[in-house]
């Protein structure tokens, strides 16, 4: 399957030539993870590096969703989370410890807004990139996995068992070279990654999921629809 960029910008590198082989698409995507890492929100970077290490994966998944009902809606209505598109005053009237609550606390809490991805989507690809940039914050709320360097990189590991993309890997092993945002040593959390690796394993494909449906449900009832396992952190 051939890919070619949903978006670029040439002057910083970040273009992807229409069939691009895996060494071009590695390169192209390993600069757009160096843009990443100083803006994690960059409109270009984000969805360049989703098509440039995982447009495989990405369409394989889209070829599994469209085998079911609920997947097939997902990939037609093409629902969008990016600022705008939800209402969060309305979502934080809902009672505390629904999906819509909860995800606009966790907003509020950590002082950000939805991601922006504003590139056109031509095909169930594109789309799903972006999907799964949107839906990174719900998954946050869900895995109950925190916003510090160490609790992102876990839920990197727990991406990685869930989905299999490759960009966890790129990123987790950027991080553990680069010791971005003043991370220990990989040593002192790699338990955790395996134990994030292992629970994402366990739980449904966290892609699958039309969340816009959710928000009046509890997050426990959601996590339980996921098979999603409770996170245990060890006792200090």
Partial sequence: MRFSSPTSRPEDGLFLPEGAGPLIRCKVGYRALTVLAKQKDDSVAAPLFNVCIDGEIFAR?????????????????????????????????????????????????????????????????????KRYRETHDIVHVLTGYGTDPVSELELQAFALGNLGLRQCIMIILFAAVTRADGLPPVRKYTDKLWAAYRRGRKCKDILGPHYERYWESTVEDVRQQLHLPPLVRAIA
Avoid: C
């Fill in 61 to 129: 998944l889209g070829a599994k969703l469209a085998r079911t009902d609920d997947g097939q809606e997902l990939l037609r209505a093409r629902p969008n989370l990016q600022s705008g598109a939800v209402n969060m005053a309305t979502l934080h009237a809902l009672p505390e410890g629904t999906l819509g609550h909860e995800l606009a606390r966790y907003y509020v809490d950590n002082g950000i807004k939805p991601f922006e991805s504003p590139y056109p989507i031509s095909n169930d690809v594109d789309y799903l990139a």
